[in-house]
T-cell receptor, first 113, second 112 residues
Framework: GEDVEQSLFLSVREGDSSVINCTYT??????LYWYKQEPGAGLQLLTY???NMDMKQDQRLTVLLNKKDKHLSLRIADTQTGDSAIYFC?????????????WGLGTSLAVNP | SAVISQKPSRDICQRGTSLTIQCQVD?????MFWYRQQPGQSLTLIAT?????????ESGFVIDKFPISRPNLTFSTLTVSNMSPEDSSIYLC?????????FGPGTRLTVL
């Protein structure tokens, strides 16, 4: 199947760490992405990880990939109110001569002061 | 990164009419993608547009309803034809650059 699943909501206190989880089903995925969408705004590519990596860190963001369990997570350290947004997980998989993204439904992150 | 612009940014249209959305990229790309994001939903791929060939449509989308042009490596258009209120959505174009996929700001379409 082509399912990418995420929990729909996450609420954290400002300054705490946020962990957003994602599971996928297709082991042929090459890249896995995290996108951020703020209210009324476009999609912003936050970070991505290649399927042969286990971890990627970029400032406050840490991506962990467990290929055996097909589990991807995004950790945001020291979460700020500006991090409030919807976070989409997506997997990239070959589709003929192209590549296509399969998207999760998004996790709405609420950061409380 | 890639700089992608879309026109119009939003429109309100009457049922039965058509709207053409333009997507311009700041540099040449082989593949351009058109997505739809319905209210409160995730993204759904409509079609992939490669320059010099017919667009490839995903299941549930047909060329008669969503004709696409790709005249060169920096530009594409998506037309939403014979619109109904169910077509109200955000339409986004996207490009793939070395494994990273970037999105335009989207066109917010409301059909009355």
């Amino acid at each position: 199947g082509e399912d990418v699943e995420q929990s729909l909501f996450l609420s954290v206190r400002e300054g705490d760490s946020s962990v957003i989880n994602c599971t996928y089903t297709d082991s042929s995925s090459t890249y896995l992405y995290w996108y951020k969408q703020e209210p009324g705004a476009g999609l912003q590519l936050l970070t991505y990880i290649f399927s042969n990596m286990d971890m990627k860190q970029d400032q406050r963001l840490t991506v962990l990939l467990n290929k055996k369990d097909k589990h991807l997570s995004l950790r945001i350290a020291d979460t700020q109110t500006g991090d409030s947004a919807i976070y989409f997980c997506a997997e990239s998989k070959p589709a003929g001569n192209n590549r296509k993204l399969i998207w999760g439904l998004g996790t709405s992150l609420a950061v409380n002061p | 990164s890639a700089v992608i612009s879309q026109k119009p940014s939003r429109d309100i249209c009457q049922r039965g009419t058509s709207l053409t959305i333009q997507c311009q990229v700041d540099s040449q790309v082989t593949m351009m993608f058109w997505y739809r994001q319905q209210p409160g939903q995730s993204l759904t791929l409509i079609a992939t547009a490669n320059q010099g060939s017919e667009a490839t449509y995903e299941s549930g989308f047909v060329i008669d309803k969503f004709p696409i042009s790709r005249p060169n490596l920096t530009f594409s258009t998506l037309t939403v034809s014979n619109m109904s209120p169910e077509d109200s959505s955000i339409y986004l174009c996207s490009v793939d650059r070395s494994g990273e996929q970037f999105f335009g700001p989207g066109t917010r379409l409301t059909v009355l």
